[in-house]
Every structure is written in structure tokens, then in C-alpha cells.
T-cell receptor
Framework: NAGVMQNPRHLVRRRGQEARLRCSPM?????VYWYRQLPEEGLKFMVY????????ESGMPKERFSAEFPKEGPSILRIQQVVRGDSAAYFC????????????FGPGTRLTVL | DQQVKQNSPSLSVQEGRISILNCDYT??????FLWYKKYPAEGPTFLIS?????DKNEDGRFTVFLNKSAKHLSLHIVPSQPGDSAVYFC?????????????FGKGTKLSVKP
């Protein structure tokens, strides 16, 4: 009965490289959310996806960031041309339906940009 | 502009005593509130929630109180145990943009001393 899985747990990139973060939701969950946590801050919403659809991307930076949740496979958060300010913990959460507000979080991916 | 505020960054309590963590919000459209607990290098773990139609919800040692007129909620932990030492995040959801995303406070670090 696996929970939300994220990989990699730690990712180091140099400025200008691409970062790909993966999230596999809990079994039976069709809603995925991505959040970012900067040091000493709370989690900030980035994007909400269902299978093959982006429902709300109001928290995503306008450039360099994209997310997808394909019909098969994990959800991917992609950051192109990373900068030092992208260094943060990125958490994925999943829920079974919109009516259920309890979101279950993965362990996070800690991105460090050198 | 922070919509969910946790004004105490840290709290220290003696084992066996009550821990009270506070949270204020500004958006009157929030209709569901959650508390998450987070250990270092892990994702947030759901603790307890409350709907805006209630003023109290209890689960074992954890009780959440909601005062809608004051836009204030609190989490009571009694008796506190050393294993409760963690960062506690208050979160809210509602109609402020998307019904799916959670708005988090910055967290309160609870230390329970033996």
C-alpha cells in the first residue's frame, strides 16, 4: 500500500541545465498537486493536474516551468535552464477526488542548483 | 500578501503539558482547514482537519478549534509527547482561485522536552 512516491529524492544541477522531478500518486488517486518550499517558508502551490489535464497552474512561474500528468506513468515537473533561485524542496501530493480535501504528500525532491 | 498566518515560528512545551498552535487567516471564502505535521527531510503528514460548518474536531490527543468570526483556528495537543516535536503547518482551501490547492502558513516548530 505505497504512498506518494517522488524521485529523485535529491537532485543537483548546474545553472542552465534541466531538472525533471517525478511523482507517482497513491493508488487510486487521480489528482496531483505540486508545491514548492523555499527555506524558512511554507509550501506554495504551483500546479494541479488530473490525468492528461492541467486544472490550475496559477502558481507556476510563467517561464521555464512546466508540468504534465500523462495517461500512463508519473507526473513530471520540468524546470528548464535552472537558476540558483530554483533551489528548493518540491513536494507532490495526491488526492482521490476534488471533494476530498485531504492531500497526501510525498517525501519531496530537494533540488540544489550550483 | 499572506492569507494564512502562523505568527509563532517556534514553541517549546514540557512533556505531558498542552501544546497550543495558532493560525489566522484573512480570506473569508476558506471553507476547509487542515493541520499537517512535518519532520525534517520528509513530506508533510496530514494530522487533522475541520470544515467551516464546525467549530471543533477531535481525534485522540489532537483537537482543532475554529473561530470563524475571528478567522482563527488552533490545534491543541494534550498530553504532548517528545515524538510530537516537528514543524506544524496550518493550511486552508476554498474558493480563492482553485478549489484544489491548499494555502499554507509558514509553520510553527514545536519542541516537546522530556
Amino acid at each position: 500500500n505505497a504512498g506518494v512516491m517522488q524521485n529523485p529524492r535529491h537532485l543537483v544541477r548546474r545553472r542552465g541545465q534541466e531538472a525533471r522531478l517525478r511523482c507517482s500518486p497513491m493508488k487510486g488517486h487521480s489528482h496531483v498537486y505540486w508545491y514548492r518550499q523555499l527555506p524558512e517558508e511554507g509550501l506554495k502551490f504551483m500546479v494541479y493536474l488530473q490525468k492528461e489535464n492541467i486544472i490550475d497552474e496559477s502558481g507556476m512561474p510563467k517561464e521555464r516551468f512546466s508540468a504534465e500528468f500523462p495517461k500512463e506513468g508519473p507526473s513530471i515537473l520540468r524546470i528548464q535552464q535552472v537558476v540558483r533561485g530554483d533551489s528548493a524542496a518540491y513536494f507532490c501530493a495526491s488526492s482521490p477526488s476534488l471533494g476530498n480535501n485531504e492531500q497526501f504528500f510525498g517525501p519531496g525532491t530537494r533540488l540544489t542548483v550550483l | 500578501d499572506q492569507q494564512v498566518k502562523q505568527n509563532s515560528p517556534s514553541l517549546s512545551v514540557q512533556e505531558g503539558r498542552i501544546s497550543i498552535l495558532n493560525c489566522d487567516y484573512t480570506n473569508s471564502m476558506f471553507d476547509y482547514f487542515l493541520w499537517y505535521k512535518k519532520y525534517p527531510a520528509e513530506g508533510p503528514t496530514f494530522l487533522i482537519s475541520i470544515s467551516s460548518i464546525k467549530d471543533k474536531n477531535e481525534d485522540g490527543r489532537f483537537t482543532v478549534f475554529l473561530n470563524k468570526s475571528a478567522k482563527h483556528l488552533s490545534l491543541h495537543i494534550v498530553p504532548s509527547q517528545p515524538g510530537d516535536s516537528a514543524v506544524y503547518f496550518c493550511a486552508a482551501s476554498g474558493y480563492g482561485g482553485s478549489q484544489g490547492n491548499l494555502i499554507f502558513g509558514k509553520g510553527t516548530k514545536l519542541s516537546v522536552k522530556p
